[in-house]
């Protein structure tokens, strides 16, 4: 009887050295999976890090930088896209933005928005005189260029990505092409030029056959989003970019680390960004859950027109009601949000300029007199009846401006606006598709 219970005492002894020698060797591999996660992601931090320094970081002050007032998107990332002109890699002041998106991206879902504002949409500049949107990267560069977004459009956009559209077509070209479907206008007019795009990106030109899908190079690609002498002109156009971005997002998600690899050492060095690594590792991070959504372009409810001033316009009729709408889109989780007293000041004086008014039944009108405007047919339901004009709003008198006079202090009279930089000549044919 007291060898068994000896027996049995050693039996369980050993049972319970096992346990403990299991559980070291559970330790050991726990330890091992951490210390290799940690591994990979040094690694992977070092990778990034040594290809940070090919971007051309532009750092941004933040107290540079205007925000209306109480205009905060909880729970989203708003960045700036712009696709610059440059045939140096200057992507800085001076270079045209021949493309100007919003992109929203929600923090928790991932889902990326974006939204194309029209490069000679009639807004508000730095100085607070009104010319096309995309004067304001030409003058100012990026910084100058998120202020204008934000203070016309109750955005709180901090960083900003700009590339020039030689970077596009190389990024396209490595990712394999893109499949996109023509119709025999779009052909024939990208085979018009597609020819002085490849030559700028230092490419050779290949034509396409007519109306059909074909997956595009990259000169093709890049060519078929600028063309604008089509129907539709840069509502069109604006149309393909978003196509081509969309088309580029679904095959970067799914390329290779090759692939990835060789675009960061080529195409990186034609990107200008506000970025920060921490930034950028933290947006990398989660890249395989982005999903791209819609999208749309800016204003939604638009009107066009020529201004003395600064030559062929898009007007928002309303900016007010244009505004809301587009933080309805890109903002689907937004609530609460009412248009800033800033955009309502910039509404105002837009329909002052352009007597294009947004009445309470969504309909506009072009080239309206508005001091014969009736409050009772106003719009964001206010009463502009007995509105004084004279009030000074960025210290230029209003009442009886006479529009062959200057404001900035600059002498308009006698201006050649066939050298227009917003109606601008890349060195293209005047005549191009991509005016």
Do not use: W
């Not at 346990?19 to 990979?40: D, F, G, P, S």
């Not at 539709?232 to 680390?257: A, P, S, W």
């Not at 709003?393 to 401006?401: E, H, K, L, W």
Request: glycine residues 8%; aromatic residues 12%.
């Amino acid at each position: 009887m007291a060898k068994k219970k000896q027996k049995q005492l050693k039996a369980a002894q050993a049972a319970k050295a096992r346990k403990i020698k299991r559980r070291r060797r559970k330790k050991r591999v726990a330890v091992l999976v951490l210390e290799v996660l940690i591994l990979t992601i040094l690694a992977g931090t070092a990778y990034v890090m040594a290809k940070y320094d090919k971007f051309q970081r532009v750092a941004i002050d933040k107290d540079d930088l205007e925000f209306n007032d109480g205009i905060a998107q909880e729970g989203y990332t708003t960045v700036a896209l712009f696709g610059g002109d440059s045939r140096d890699g200057q992507l800085d002041a001076g270079t045209h933005a021949d493309t100007i998106i919003i992109v929203a991206i929600d923090n928790e879902s991932k889902e990326i928005r974006m939204a194309s504002v029209y490069r000679d949409t009639y807004l508000q500049q730095a100085d607070g005189t009104y010319d096309k949107a995309n004067s304001a990267y030409f003058n100012g560069g990026p910084k100058e260029a998120i202020n204008l977004l934000n203070k016309n459009l109750d955005l709180d956009i901090e960083d900003y990505v700009t590339v020039d559209f030689k970077a596009l077509s190389d990024t396209i070209d490595l990712l394999g092409g893109l499949e996109i479907e023509v119709s025999d206008e779009e052909a024939a007019m990208l085979n018009e030029y597609v020819a002085e795009t490849a030559a700028v990106a230092g490419k050779e030109a290949h034509y396409l056959e007519g109306a059909g899908t074909y997956n595009m190079d990259g000169p093709q690609a890049v060519t078929y989003a600028r063309l604008r002498k089509l129907e539709g002109g840069d509502y069109k156009r604006t149309e393909r970019q978003r196509l081509v971005i969309q088309k580029m997002f679904e095959k970067g998600v799914k390329t290779d680390l090759s692939t990835i690899n060789k675009i960061i050492d080529q195409v990186f060095p034609q990107v200008s960004t506000s970025f920060t690594l921490p930034e950028i590792i933290g947006l990398a991070s989660g890249l395989t859950k982005y999903n791209l959504g819609e999208n749309t372009g800016f204003p939604i409810e638009k009107t066009d027109d020529t201004r003395a001033d600064v030559g062929s316009v898009v007007i928002p009729v309303g900016l007010r009601e244009n505004v809301q709408e587009l933080h309805e889109f890109l903002y689907p989780k937004e609530t609460g949000y009412v248009v800033s007293d800033t955009v309502g000041h910039i509404a105002d004086e837009i329909s002052y300029f352009t007597g294009v008014i947004r009445y309470d039944d969504g309909t506009g009108s072009d080239n309206t007199d508005y001091n014969s405007y009736s409050g009772g047919d106003s719009y964001s339901n206010d009463d502009y009846s007995g509105y004084d004009y004279s009030d000074d709003y960025s210290s230029y008198d209003y009442s009886g401006y006479d529009y062959s006079d200057d404001y900035s202090n600059d002498d308009y009279s006698g201006y050649d606006y066939s050298d227009d930089y917003n109606n601008y000549d890349y060195g293209y044919d005047n005549n191009n598709g991509y005016q």
